[in-house]
């Protein structure tokens, strides 16, 4: 199966490659920067230049594969529509004409129409509608927090969260995500199915950064900053991802965790990476080592 990863050289998109690749399949990663990817990953992927959001550009990146990997993200409400909306209907129309037999995404637990009033599930819930009136078969993963978004919180030797954040999270390692994307893909009597991803061990971000910060053997405070101060942060430093971490944060914090797992166990399994096993790993090969 020839494969092409859209977003696939990140945190998230390079182990779905990576496992995809590991399990026999041909894949290659659209970039929008073939520079910038070329000096990350070197020759291990067939690496194709694209834009998501100039449909041409996709509708031509896309000729001659079987399956599409989506996996976009934005730090604002323009930015989320324009980019994970916008760009996967760009990307379904591209997949239409060029005869994909499946598209899969990247979604998250809590999207769901009742949450479309946080920017980034709006963008992401009409993604899914998209994906699902295409007729294209889908395969949708929804997935909790990430054990490897934890070193963000980390910044010049200070560790930072943003409001009260009390909710319990199941985080997830990326890794079990992407070999549980590669089932999915290998077996075609798995289609036009929506996944709920939660990790085993349910734990406030405080508490996950404490052990995390434990195992490494980080001797920090964690803080907790209010909202306001994100806008502040932002405005300051032109980094729109402080005021999303912040918003992020805000959302989870109202919401938590939601879904079912239970068709996601009789599919696919669960989830087997502990939390305390992922942080000794990250001990000895640190996934987000340049954050600390």
């Known amino acids: 199966m020839n494969i092409a990863i859209i977003g696939g050289t990140g945190k998230l998109g390079l182990p779905v490659a990576s496992q995809l690749q590991t399990d026999g399949m041909n894949v290659s990663i659209i ?92 963008a992401k819930y009409k993604a899914e509608q998209a994906i699902i009136e295409s007729g294209i078969p889908y395969l949708i993963f929804c997935p909790s927090w990430f054990m490897e978004t934890l070193p963000q919180f980390i910044q010049e030797k200070r560790v930072s969260i943003f409001g009260a954040a009390t909710q319990p999270i199941h985080w997830l390692a990326a890794q079990d995500y992407a070999q549980m994307l590669s089932q999915a893909y290998r077996n075609k009597t798995i289609r036009n199915q929506r996944f709920i991803l939660h990790g085993q061990d349910p734990l406030t971000i405080g508490e996950a950064l404490s052990s995390y910060l434990a195992a490494k053997q980080l001797h920090l405070e964690v803080s907790h900053a209010p909202y306001w101060l994100a806008t502040v942060l932002s405005w300051l430093t032109k980094d729109k991802s402080i005021k999303y971490a912040a918003d992020l944060c805000r959302y989870y914090e109202q919401v938590g965790d939601q879904g079912s797992t239970a068709h996601t166990e009789a599919m696919l399994g669960l989830p087997k990476t502990r939390f305390s096993d992922w942080c000794l790993k990250e001990v000895i090969n640190p996934a987000w080592a340049e954050a600390v």
């Open 31 to 122: 970039t929008h920067n073939l520079d910038a990817a070329r000096e990350k990953l070197g020759k291990k992927f067939k690496l194709i230049e694209a834009d998501v959001t100039d449909a041409k550009s996709i509708e031509e990146a896309l000729q001659g594969f079987d399956a599409v990997h989506i996996n976009l993200s934005g730090f604002n409400r323009q930015q989320c529509l324009h980019t994970i909306f916008n760009g996967t209907v760009n990307i379904l129309k591209a997949c239409k004409k060029a005869g994909v037999s499946l598209v899969s995404f990247i979604s998250g637990c809590t999207v769901n129409q009742a949450n479309t009033h946080f920017y980034d599930i709006e």
